[in-house]
């Protein structure tokens, strides 16, 4: 029988939900429409000298977060990677919060990493792994993923890396990879020598022999190559390294191989896509985040991994502190980069669940032949295309567009990636006529 003090949350949390709502339905436009100024200024009667009231204060956080971000949910929104949500997925991640498990050790949150183990084994099959035998976990997004594959292949392929054996260590990444690794090869203690960029051919996918003579310099020198990154759905341009040139390449020059697939590899839950994908399943390591295209509030990274060992000797540790082993499952603290870990994967079970893997795939088809009308629309509005990935995703340039830019990509040109992310940009791209 609910108390007064549960009537008082639950009130709460239908307050929350009507201001979510509202704020889904309603809001005016896509860009914040105050200053930084403006919204200190709404912030300095908060001396928090005396407190204020829930149902005063969850009004005041919707209309300071509408006044002041840009708004990912709205219908013309076009940016890339950070999509509307399906609306089971924000109920459960409330409910993660309201539960407030602590994942850290088995024992205190099996519940939880049943549910968590079953996601990921979903995804496991897909990229050919074995669920049980392979290790799958969540990770606070992409660029966690990525420092756990480079992490476990230092530790697994640059003999005294544990020991601080860190010299001349090599990392190569297409030159359009994702700038995470620039930060990666530092949080690894390589040093930003470390990270090789490596030329890309006409379709900006990495050039397999220009990586070979690196590999090849590089060993002559002394250094010691040990992982390859290939990319399935580079940041900006959304190309897909050949992946199963990289794989025949690392096998037989025995460097790990590990794909960051942060956002293009959810295409893998549709049988369209999939086939783009060709070669993912020979990799060591495979970044992939569901809240990119999969539409599932941030974050909700993964990282899978054919290799146990190396997975236990980067995140192994022995803590007396903590609450014994469950023998069912690895305790995450253990197995993981985190300590204290959230219930991450709820959100992502919950869109599985709900949608199905159909639901999952028609959202991605139905997206890529949005980005064809977007591209269509473009194009008649005298934008040219300078690439459209089969992965939804269109680059578009025109003289004076005051879009996101990058010198040297285009020479008289700006550049602006458009993603078809939002589950209700049809109604943007109906309209679609960019600033
Ligand atoms: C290809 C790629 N890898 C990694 C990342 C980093 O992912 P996250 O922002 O989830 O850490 C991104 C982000 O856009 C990306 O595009």
């Not at 307050?15 to 930084?36: C, D, F, K, W, Y």
């Not at 407030?100 to 979903?122: C, D, K, M, Y």
């Not at 191989?257 to 893998?268: L, N, P, S």
């Not at 870990?341 to 599985?352: C, D, E, M, T, W």
């Amino acid at each position: 029988m609910a108390g007064p003090v549960s009537d008082f949350h639950a009130s709460l949390l239908h307050l929350a939900a009507g201001l979510i709502e509202q704020h889904r339905a309603t809001a005016p436009n896509v860009l914040p429409r105050a200053s930084v100024a403006e919204l200190e200024a709404r912030l300095t009667p908060f001396d928090f000298a005396e407190p204020t009231q829930a149902e005063e204060l969850l009004p005041w956080i919707a209309e300071h977060l509408q006044l002041g971000n840009v708004h990912t949910t709205h219908p013309r929104y076009f940016g890339l990677f950070n999509p509307s949500t399906h609306p089971i997925t924000v109920a459960a991640d409330a409910m993660v919060a309201g539960f407030n498990p602590q994942l850290a050790a088995a024992s205190h949150a099996f519940g939880a990493l049943t549910i968590e183990r079953h996601t990921l084994a979903v995804f496991q099959r897909l990229l050919g792994h074995t669920p049980g035998a392979d290790v799958a976990n969540f990770t606070s997004g992409g660029a966690e993923a990525n420092h756990s594959g480079v992490l476990a292949a230092a530790i697994s392929r640059l003999q005294g890396f544990a020991d601080g054996e860190t010299q001349g260590a090599r990392c190569y990444v297409s030159e359009h990879a994702h700038d995470s690794f620039a930060k990666i090869v530092k949080f690894c203690g390589l040093g930003r020598e470390a990270l090789v960029r490596v030329p890309t051919d006409s379709d900006r996918r990495m050039d397999v022999e220009a990586l070979r003579n690196a590999v090849d310099h590089d060993r002559a020198r002394g250094l010691r190559p040990f992982i390859v990154v290939g990319t399935a759905g580079t940041t900006a341009f959304g190309a897909i390294d050949p992946l199963p040139d990289l794989a025949s390449f690392c096998a037989a020059e025995d460097l790990w191989f590990h794909v960051d697939a942060a956002w293009g590899g959810a295409g893998i839950v549709s049988p369209r896509l999939e086939p783009l994908f060709e070669g993912i399943e020979r990799a060591d390591s495979v970044t992939l985040d569901a809240h990119k295209w999969l539409s599932v509030p941030m974050g909700a990274g993964m990282f899978f991994c054919r290799h146990a060992e190396a997975c236990q000797e980067a995140f192994g540790v022995d803590a007396v502190y903590m609450p014994p082993r469950r023998a069912e499952m690895p305790d995450p603290y253990t197995s993981t980069m985190q300590w204290s870990r959230r219930f991450i994967g709820l959100k992502v079970f919950s869109a599985l669940a709900n949608l199905g893997l159909r639901g999952l795939a028609e959202h991605i088809e139905r997206q890529c032949a949005l980005a064809d009308r977007l591209e269509h629309l473009a194009l008649e509005r005298g934008y040219r295309v300078e690439a459209h990935s089969p992965l939804a995703l269109v680059v578009l340039t025109k003289p004076g567009l005051a879009f996101r830019t990058k010198p040297g990509w285009s020479a008289s040109t700006r550049t602006t990636t458009l993603g078809c992310r939002s589950s209700r940009s049809e109604e943007g791209a109906r309209g679609f006529e960019p600033a």
